[in-house]
């Protein structure tokens, strides 16, 4: 009788455990929903990885590159970097590495910053793979920005830049609600 009871107990356990799962799963999917059609959200951002390229290789023998980043992927989870969107406004400052193509020096602008509207704005269903595609290009100055962004159902992000005066880069994080705005009413 004992081997029943605790049989039951777990099953009912792991059946509880799966339905939570679900559950927190189908929020994840009508999130990503709602932040493709709304295009309103915000990005934490976790990893840059730039492009590969002999240069950039080269610092990987010098002792430049903080530890636990390698030249193909920095953590920037504790860099004050952000991306914003809100419907066709995006607000982002994100850490750059990588290799200039042309243009002035880093003097200006060290990372890839925009604060303004967007050009080109595309949101596309990936039936296949199920993710949105986020897509929109920007200029600032004499430089300018093409954003690939992946939008995942479980919130993870990709983020593609490729802009007209330095080399690709790609980062890494997951998509959240924009945070409340000072003397916003909380829900």
């Given amino acids: 009788m004992r081997k029943v009871i605790s049989l039951l ?7 509880s455990c799966q339905v939570a799962k679900i559950e927190a799963s189908q929020n994840k999917k009508q999130l990503q929903k709602e932040f493709a059609e709304t295009l309103t959200f915000s990005i934490e951002l976790e990893a840059a990885s730039p492009m590969q390229t002999t240069a950039f290789n080269s610092l990987s023998n010098t002792n430049l590159i903080a530890p636990g980043n390698t030249v193909g ?35 200006d602008d060290n990372g890839i910053e925009y604060k303004g509207k967007t050009d080109d704005l595309k949101v596309e269903f990936n039936e296949k793979k199920k993710y949105y595609r986020i897509s929109f290009s ?12 992946q939008l995942f159902q479980n919130l993870n992000i990709q983020m ?3 802009t007209s005066h330095r080399s690709n880069i790609r980062y890494d994080g997951y998509a959240e609600e924009l945070p409340k705005k000072e003397g916003e009413a909380v829900d």
């Fill in 73 to 107: 992927r920095f953590n920037i989870s504790q860099t004050s970097a952000y991306f914003r969107m809100e419907g066709d406004q995006v607000d982002m400052s994100l850490p750059y590495f990588g290799e200039r193509r042309m243009g002035g020096g880093y003097n």
């Fill in 160 to 162: 593609f830049i490729n």
């Fill in 138 to 149: 920007a200029q600032k100055n004499t430089e300018s920005f093409d954003v690939n962004i």
């Fill in 9 to 15: 107990i777990c099953l009912f356990s792991m059946y």
